[in-house]
């Protein structure tokens, strides 16, 4: 199985390669200057398909693959020149040939002109254009199956989108937000037959009159322009399908979505109802979907969030539970309601209901105690997210921008748990509930008062509350010593309730002053202002139906500890900061620093704390373009890191069963040193895609663990460790991607390594993890020809606690086909084989997921017919390993049984 990637890379190759030529050539102006970024295109002179196409490199360099025996038609151009136009014959017995151009200028080509055919991709200053009929198979289905075959373009397994190497941060739709540019919404739901054209936006920046001033490199968005039959009209698709399981339950799904695009208006709305184990937006995705939010203070250097209070909540992996129902609806909108004036918005609601059985065995560090659980959880996941946006901009000097976000939800779960460890037994049953609810609303203006004097406002308040609540019972008697239970009970009910809630204000004024095209000042001045108010309160639910509150520990050595958190917390930042951006030649510098006045203040169990706090933080950023599309990037930052009120408020509260945690009211912040390398080179001559970074983070005065763990029963606090302690964490990841015809190969290194220090047992605890992926695949776009994806994943997990080694290996081949046979039918299939052992040689699991999908479409015939079969070999679990300062952990996770369904989808 490790030779199959190899053998099949080189037959394929070889058959390519055999019937082929290279035609090589260089393109200049009447004066004999090379043309960087030209277009070459190849048609068949017989048929007028398009054979092949290049773009010019620094040297004006192209080269075309062309196949022996025929007679081509080459078209060169380049904006602002005439084309120049040759027939080109081939001979079945050619050897490599050359072929230059010479362009002259025209004064009819001006800037903006579109050429007269298409060109599978153009290259207009920062924007990439690809004309999407140019690469696709035929048997793309969704915008994610278009942007796969893209040179330089991934889509990750979750759906995000990353363009060399870098991930896009907004997905358009004609110019218009996509659900605010969420790319994991629009690579799974936008058909594929809508799409013309994608754009590719490099240096991105939303808001024209700061373009250029900072650094924008890492910002990347897409646009997506439609065909002209999907302009003006409704289109979209209705999907519906039922089956049976291998248990012979029913099974259904349920897919309708519809999409308007105007130029003054656009509609989006998408359904998606299944129980088959499609997840269309999770709880992660649900607390990562920002909404267009960002933290804009972070760039001062000052690390501070306002965090959700989780309770712990099971987590399906990669959407593979026990079972998973799903209900998922969402509309978007966009309105030019004036010339000056675009209002938008989007509203999303997601109910999931997931069942997650585990097998897991936990080996704690410090006690080497082994404890072996069986849990089976339920779980119910209700969302709700509604967001309203307006851009108003009068003229090209003034823009003003309003969002409000508001976030509500609800999460439920009740999971039992029999946990076994020591010769003990403990028979747990919990309940978690939690409904928070936010409120964000962000105000933005940039005022442009001349050439050389630039202004922008940002104005931010975050409003959040949460009640967590937490409930356990169990057979053995739980942290004794601590909690004072009536010990007469057969079974201890302990309950918990808390309740959190927040403010934040950010608020941040930018002037740039241009000094020339090369260089400008920054200065900032800004705040962050924060309160929180923190209660919980622990009490046991006694069998004759009354409530015993827990206000105090029991005691030890005459004292005792309150069980009651009432917390008042405060944290202000107050900064003032100065860059300076100065290019030369091929070299940007941004050197800059801030000066910070930090308060914070708590109030708790009769005792009002503070603490004010100066402190200056530089950073630097170089970047060194070493061609159009090469460059080298440096950055440095030092970080102040705060936490807020969860980690103040000094009364334990419950992180599960097992876990007790109390707050420290006089921690301090750590500071960071943060050191980033990364290269990027895109090579449009040979299809050649390489990015690669190294990071450095160095954390002084960390806020670490430091608690005591009585076989599993931990009871931990945080507090800064001593600076001779730091944690530090390196990581190196590479991506290579080359593109051969219609063959696309793409290898990722990935290796991460961290060590970290903790307090156990009044002893520091060292804590190390190396883990390595890597990950090869190749990826065939062929039109006529069977396609394939054939792959091959290893992952190394090393975790070395206090001592403790495991060490974990993934062995991961897969293999996708998509073939079209008999005319009107089409078969995809999908297979994922995983080999998991451990160093030890105690674990060895070997498994395998299958699914395949087979479809009939008549020719344009809007009605399509599919049978889909998930997880063929019914394979029953999957495996993962994790680790943190306390224990490791080996699981295994059951899955959805084989589900089989006949599915009907007609397009609209």
């Given at each position: 199985m490790k030779n199959l990637l190899f053998y099949v890379l080189v037959f394929t190759l070889s058959g390519v390669t055999a019937q082929t030529i290279k035609v090589r050539g260089v393109i200049k102006d009447s004066i004999g200057n090379p043309l960087e970024l030209a277009n070459v295109i190849a048609t068949q002179e017989a048929t007028g398909d398009i054979e092949s196409y290049a773009i010019t490199n620094s040297d004006g360099q192209y080269q075309l693959d062309l196949g022996k025996g025929s007679s081509y038609v080459l078209k060169a151009s380049f904006l602002g020149y005439e084309t120049a136009e040759i027939v080109l014959q081939v001979p079945e017995n050619a050897e490599n040939m050359t072929q230059d151009f010479e362009l002259k200028q025209s004064a009819a080509q001006l800037e903006g002109v579109e050429i007269v055919y298409e060109m599978p991709v153009t290259v207009k200053g920062d924007t990439i254009v690809y004309n999407a009929d140019s690469f696709n198979r035929g048997d793309e289905k969704k915008l994610g199956d278009v942007m796969k075959n893209l040179p330089g373009v991934e889509v990750t397994e979750d759906g995000d989108i990353e363009v060399e190497g870098k991930p896009v941060q907004k997905v358009m739709v004609e110019g218009k937000d996509f659900f605010d540019g969420d790319s994991k919404l629009a690579t799974k739901n936008i058909p594929a037959d809508a799409v013309d054209k994608v754009e590719v936006l490099?240096?991105?920046?939303?808001?024209?009159?700061?373009?250029?001033?900072?650094?924008?490199?890492?910002?990347?968005?897409?646009?997506?322009?439609?065909?002209?039959?999907?302009?003006?009209?409704?289109?979209?698709?209705?999907?519906?399908?039922?089956?049976?399981?291998?248990?012979?339950?029913?099974?259904?799904?349920?897919?309708?979505?519809?999409?308007?695009?105007?130029?003054?208006?656009?509609?989006?709305?998408?359904?998606?109802?299944?129980?088959?184990?499609?997840?269309?937006?999770?709880?992660?995705?649900?607390?990562?979907?920002?909404?267009?939010?960002?933290?804009?203070?972070?760039?001062?250097?000052?690390?501070?969030?306002?965090?959700?209070?989780?309770?712990?909540?099971?987590?399906?992996?990669?959407?593979?539970?026990?079972?998973?129902?799903?209900?998922?609806?969402?509309?978007?909108?966009?309105?030019?309601?004036?010339?000056?004036?675009?209002?938008?918005?989007?509203?999303?609601?997601?109910?999931?209901?997931?069942?997650?059985?585990?097998?897991?065995?936990?080996?704690?560090?410090?006690t080497g105690t082994v404890e072996n659980t069986n849990t089976d959880v339920d779980q119910r996941n209700q969302l709700g997210m509604l967001k309203l946006s307006s851009v108003y901009k009068p003229n090209s000097n003034f823009q003003f921008d309003y969002d409000a976000l508001i976030k509500v939800s609800k999460q439920t779960e009740e999971s039992n748990t029999l946990s076994q460890f020591g010769g003990l037994t403990n028979d747990i049953e919990e309940g978690m509930e939690n409904k928070p609810a936010s409120i964000s609303q962000n105000i933005n203006a940039y005022y442009t008062l001349n050439d050389k004097n630039i202004f922008a406002g940002y104005l931010q308040h975050q409003w959040q509350d949460e009640d967590p609540f937490y409930n356990a019972v169990t057979d053995l008697l739980p942290f004794p010593g601590i909690l004072p239970l009536d010990t007469s009970e057969d079974r201890f009910d302990i309950n918990q309730e808390r309740n959190i809630k927040s403010h934040q204000l950010d608020s941040k004024i930018d002037y740039y002053h241009v000094l020339n095209n090369t260089s400008n000042i920054n200065l900032s001045l800004g705040t962050t202002l924060s309160h929180q108010k923190f209660n919980s309160n622990i009490f046991q639910l006694l069998s004759n139906g009354n409530r015993l509150d827990l206000e105090e520990t029991e005691e030890v050595e005459g004292e005792t500890e309150s069980l009651v958190n009432d917390v008042d917390f405060n944290f202000s930042d107050v900064f003032l900061g100065f860059h300076y951006k100065l290019k030369t030649g091929?070299?940007?510098?941004?050197?800059?620093?801030?000066?910070?006045?930090?308060?914070?203040?708590?109030?708790?169990?009769?005792?009002?704390?503070?603490?004010?706090?100066?402190?200056?933080?530089?950073?630097?950023?170089?970047?060194?373009?070493?061609?159009?599309?090469?460059?080298?990037?440096?950055?440095?930052?030092?970080?102040?890191?705060?936490?807020?009120?969860?980690?103040?408020?000094?009364?334990?509260?419950?992180?599960?069963?097992?876990?007790?945690?109390?707050?420290?009211?006089?921690?301090?912040?750590?500071?960071?040193?943060?050191?980033?390398?990364?290269?990027?080179?895109?090579?449009?001559?040979?299809?050649?895609?390489?990015?690669?970074?190294?990071?450095?983070?160095?954390?002084?005065?960390?806020?670490?663990?430091?608690?005591?763990?009585?076989?599993?029963?931990?009871?931990?606090?945080v507090e800064n460790i001593d600076s001779n302690f730091p944690d530090e964490t390196f990581s190196a990841f590479g991506r290579f991607s080359?593109?051969?015809?219609?063959?696309?190969?793409?290898?990722?290194?990935?290796?991460?390594?961290?060590?970290?220090?903790?307090?156990?047992?009044?002893?520091?605890?060292?804590?190390?993890?190396?883990?390595?992926?890597?990950?090869?695949?190749?990826?065939?776009?062929?039109?006529?020809?069977?396609?394939?994806?054939?792959?091959?994943?290893?992952?190394?997990?090393?975790?070395?606690?206090?001592?403790?080694?495991?060490?974990?290996?993934?062995h991961r081949p897969f293999v996708n086909v998509d073939v079209s046979f008999l005319k009107h039918f089409y078969l995809h299939g999908e297979w994922d084989f995983y080999n998991y052992t451990d160093k030890a040689d105690t674990i060895e699991n070997e498994y395998s997921f299958l699914n395949a999908k087979l479809y009939f479409q008549k020719g344009e015939s809007p009605w399509e017919f599919s049978v889909q079969a998930n997880n063929i070999l019914n394979t029953e679990f999957t495996n993962s390993d994790s680790f943190n300062d306390q224990f490791n952990t080996t699981n295994q996770y059951f899955v959805l049984p084989r589900i089989v369904m006949l599915v009907v989808k007609y397009e609209l």
């Amino acid at each position: 199985m490790k030779n199959l990637l190899f053998y099949v890379l080189v037959f394929t190759l070889s058959g390519v390669t055999a019937q082929t030529i290279k035609v090589r050539g260089v393109i200049k102006d009447s004066i004999g200057n090379p043309l960087e970024l030209a277009n070459v295109i190849a048609t068949q002179e017989a048929t007028g398909d398009i054979e092949s196409y290049a773009i010019t490199n620094s040297d004006g360099q192209y080269q075309l693959d062309l196949g022996k025996g025929s007679s081509y038609v080459l078209k060169a151009s380049f904006l602002g020149y005439e084309t120049a136009e040759i027939v080109l014959q081939v001979p079945e017995n050619a050897e490599n040939m050359t072929q230059d151009f010479e362009l002259k200028q025209s004064a009819a080509q001006l800037e903006g002109v579109e050429i007269v055919y298409e060109m599978p991709v153009t290259v207009k200053g920062d924007t990439i254009v690809y004309n999407a009929d140019s690469f696709n198979r035929g048997d793309e289905k969704k915008l994610g199956d278009v942007m796969k075959n893209l040179p330089g373009v991934e889509v990750t397994e979750d759906g995000d989108i990353e363009v060399e190497g870098k991930p896009v941060q907004k997905v358009m739709v004609e110019g218009k937000d996509f659900f605010d540019g969420d790319s994991k919404l629009a690579t799974k739901n936008i058909p594929a037959d809508a799409v013309d054209k994608v754009e590719v936006l490099r240096n991105y920046n939303e808001v024209d009159q700061m373009r250029g001033l900072g650094n924008d490199q890492d910002n990347v968005a897409i646009n997506i322009k439609l065909k002209e039959g999907k302009k003006r009209f409704w289109f979209g698709e209705i999907t519906a399908g039922a089956g049976l399981d291998d248990e012979s339950e029913a099974r259904y799904l349920v897919h309708p979505k519809l999409f308007y695009y105007s130029p003054d208006y656009s509609i989006n709305i998408i359904t998606d109802f299944n129980d088959i184990g499609e997840v269309p937006f999770t709880w992660r995705d649900y607390f990562n979907f920002t909404g267009g939010f960002r933290n804009f203070n972070r760039g001062g250097g000052t690390s501070f969030n306002i965090s959700d209070s989780s309770l712990g909540f099971a987590i399906a992996q990669n959407n593979r539970a026990n079972a998973i129902e799903s209900n998922f609806l969402a509309g978007n909108f966009s309105w030019r309601a004036t010339q000056k004036w675009d209002v938008s918005g989007f509203a999303i609601l997601s109910d999931n209901k997931t069942n997650i059985v585990t097998n897991a065995i936990r080996q704690y560090i410090s006690t080497g105690t082994v404890e072996n659980t069986n849990t089976d959880v339920d779980q119910r996941n209700q969302l709700g997210m509604l967001k309203l946006s307006s851009v108003y901009k009068p003229n090209s000097n003034f823009q003003f921008d309003y969002d409000a976000l508001i976030k509500v939800s609800k999460q439920t779960e009740e999971s039992n748990t029999l946990s076994q460890f020591g010769g003990l037994t403990n028979d747990i049953e919990e309940g978690m509930e939690n409904k928070p609810a936010s409120i964000s609303q962000n105000i933005n203006a940039y005022y442009t008062l001349n050439d050389k004097n630039i202004f922008a406002g940002y104005l931010q308040h975050q409003w959040q509350d949460e009640d967590p609540f937490y409930n356990a019972v169990t057979d053995l008697l739980p942290f004794p010593g601590i909690l004072p239970l009536d010990t007469s009970e057969d079974r201890f009910d302990i309950n918990q309730e808390r309740n959190i809630k927040s403010h934040q204000l950010d608020s941040k004024i930018d002037y740039y002053h241009v000094l020339n095209n090369t260089s400008n000042i920054n200065l900032s001045l800004g705040t962050t202002l924060s309160h929180q108010k923190f209660n919980s309160n622990i009490f046991q639910l006694l069998s004759n139906g009354n409530r015993l509150d827990l206000e105090e520990t029991e005691e030890v050595e005459g004292e005792t500890e309150s069980l009651v958190n009432d917390v008042d917390f405060n944290f202000s930042d107050v900064f003032l900061g100065f860059h300076y951006k100065l290019k030369t030649g091929k070299f940007t510098f941004t050197p800059g620093a801030t000066l910070h006045h930090y308060g914070i203040s708590n109030e708790q169990l009769g005792l009002k704390t503070s603490q004010n706090d100066w402190r200056v933080l530089p950073d630097f950023n170089a970047i060194f373009d070493i061609k159009k599309s090469e460059s080298l990037r440096f950055n440095y930052a030092m970080a102040a890191e705060y936490t807020d009120v969860n980690n103040f408020a000094e009364a334990y509260i419950f992180n599960n069963y097992n876990s007790l945690f109390r707050g420290n009211r006089d921690l301090e912040n750590s500071l960071s040193h943060t050191y980033n390398l990364t290269y990027f080179s895109f090579n449009m001559f040979n299809y050649t895609n390489v990015n690669a970074s190294l990071s450095y983070t160095k954390r002084i005065e960390g806020i670490k663990s430091n608690g005591s763990i009585d076989r599993i029963n931990q009871a931990t606090t945080v507090e800064n460790i001593d600076s001779n302690f730091p944690d530090e964490t390196f990581s190196a990841f590479g991506r290579f991607s080359k593109r051969i015809k219609r063959l696309q190969f793409n290898g990722n290194v990935n290796v991460n390594y961290s060590k970290s220090y903790n307090i156990f047992n009044a002893e520091i605890q060292k804590s190390e993890s190396l883990t390595q992926n890597y990950r090869a695949t190749l990826r065939s776009t062929f039109r006529d020809w069977p396609n394939f994806e054939v792959g091959y994943g290893f992952t190394v997990n090393n975790y070395d606690n206090g001592g403790l080694e495991q060490t974990f290996y993934t062995h991961r081949p897969f293999v996708n086909v998509d073939v079209s046979f008999l005319k009107h039918f089409y078969l995809h299939g999908e297979w994922d084989f995983y080999n998991y052992t451990d160093k030890a040689d105690t674990i060895e699991n070997e498994y395998s997921f299958l699914n395949a999908k087979l479809y009939f479409q008549k020719g344009e015939s809007p009605w399509e017919f599919s049978v889909q079969a998930n997880n063929i070999l019914n394979t029953e679990f999957t495996n993962s390993d994790s680790f943190n300062d306390q224990f490791n952990t080996t699981n295994q996770y059951f899955v959805l049984p084989r589900i089989v369904m006949l599915v009907v989808k007609y397009e609209l």
